[in-house]
């Protein structure tokens, strides 16, 4: 009932635009007449290359592997999957997620690639305790920009 909802993928967009998220997961669980429990899982995120990346993680899990199997959902912008594995609650999927996002230097999979270039780690054999390029590049905006442009321009005049 939930995924056929007409206005689902406009309440999550609204929940994370307001929340500041690119991705939400989110795990149900109900129980059958004969008290079997039922785990289902929702991957939503508005950047296609954000959930599949996720959503493929989490099939491939391991440890603890959670057995998704893909659910028929008509939004876009949702990967829906009933979870084999009725014993992986929240507690066993969130180190799943961290461990995917450290995979991820903790934000690569959560941009757009063709957008943002990505930082090479600093070298192992480097002689310094930090660099400032360890948190990422830093984020410059386009008036940024044109403002250090005018700034150079001024300079030369």
Do not use: W
């Not at 785990?39 to 057995?67: D, G």
């Not at 941009?111 to 270039?117: I, L, N, P, V």
């Amino acid at each position: 009932e939930f995924l056929q909802r007409a206005d689902l993928e406009a309440a999550l967009s609204a929940f994370c635009q307001k929340s500041g998220f690119d991705l939400l997961l989110m795990m149900t669980i109900s129980f059958t007449e004969s008290k079997e429990p039922i785990r289902e899982l929702v991957v939503f995120s508005h950047s296609a290359s954000c959930r599949e990346q996720v959503s493929k993680y989490l099939e491939q899990a391991h440890n603890p592997a959670l057995n998704l199997s893909p659910i028929s959902c008509p939004h876009p912008h949702i990967s829906a999957y009933q979870q084999g594995n009725t014993l992986a609650s929240r507690k066993k999927l969130l180190p799943l997620v961290k461990d995917f996002l450290r995979e991820c230097d903790g934000d690569g999979c959560l941009r757009d690639t063709e957008e943002e270039s990505e930082v090479p780690p600093t070298p192992m054999n480097s002689l310094v305790d930090g660099c400032p390029l360890d948190e990422g590049l830093p984020r410059i905006t386009a008036e940024d920009l044109q403002d250090k442009l005018h700034q150079m321009e001024s300079a030369d005049l």
